[in-house]
């Protein structure tokens, strides 16, 4: 009986999923009832092949290595995997079965929103913004709130005034202000982030897109929710939690972000401010 594992010997089990692009390295251990290699075939090659790496019916064991197509799957799609013997003939006596078939879930691409659209830029800020899948203390639900938290906070800065908040005056845009001085680390020259922020992007893409990693779907979940919560109208985020609105937040444990904020709550590793209420009155905008 052939059995299928992943390189780690890790065994594949009935089911995996993949994306658009991925590479998979497998182990076959065992022979067909002819004494040679079993043999993978795909039931639709054009979305995903299989190819030898290493065959030698005198080893036990196989290398194969599983290929999906990079371009034109824009939905998820499936697909299987049979087993046949080396001359063709389908190895279904008992002592060829495997796990085949094997079911073969193949996701698309995650792909941001274009960096030039206001979507693209909050999607971005919020992905950087917030601890991530796999860190202490993360909870998708607190993370998503903490999400729209921060839409509130820039809602609330434009309606009150770039210049309270240290941006200059006569900002008019999202982008803009998001750009401007001490607002969001990291941000000043977008849609070019700092190496650092960058970096770790890159790395929830590339982890999102690599069916093979083991935190795949949650970076995929985290970056759906990032996505859909910058896609949500002002109306559709719900009340500001805060009767006195919220206006920054800081990673949970960092300094206050100035003698005119207080703290409101703390939430998915961020800690939230609103502002004084003698600031507030003072800004001409109390009583909106």
Sequence with gaps: ????????????????????????????????????????????????????????????????RIEVRRDGVVT?????????????????????????PLEVEVLPEIRLPA???????????????????????????????CMKWMRFVFINRMQLGSEFFGAGKNINNLVEFVKAPNQVEGFANYPKLSTVLGDNLARYIEIANDGTHAKNKAFRDYIALAV??????????????????????????????????????????????TLTDSFIKDSGKGGK
């Design 1 to 64: 009986m052939a059995k299928l594992y992943r390189n780690n010997r890790a065994p594949l089990g009935n089911k995996i999923t993949l994306v658009a692009g991925n590479s998979l390295p497998i182990k076959v251990e065992g022979l067909g009832s002819n004494r040679r290699h079993i043999v993978l075939k795909s039931r639709n090659p054009q979305l995903l092949t299989v190819s030898a790496v290493q065959v030698n019916d005198r080893m036990l064991e196989q290398s194969l």
């Design 76 to 100: 998820s799609q499936r697909t299987f995997l049979d087993a046949f013997l080396n001359d063709g003939t389908p190895a279904l006596s008992k002592k060829d079965q495997t796990t085949a």
């Design 115 to 145: 960096d030039s659209t206001e979507v693209g830029m909050l999607t971005r800020m919020l992905l950087v913004e917030n601890i991530t899948p796999g860190l202490p203390g993360y909870s998708s639900s607190e993370v998503e709130e």
């Design 228 to 273: 859909a919560t910058a896609r949500l109208s002002e109306s559709e985020l719900g009340k500001d939690p805060c009767i006195t609105k919220l206006y920054a937040w800081r990673t949970t444990g960092a300094a206050s972000p100035g003698k005119n904020f207080v703290l409101f709550a703390s939430k998915g590793g961020q800690d939230f401010y």
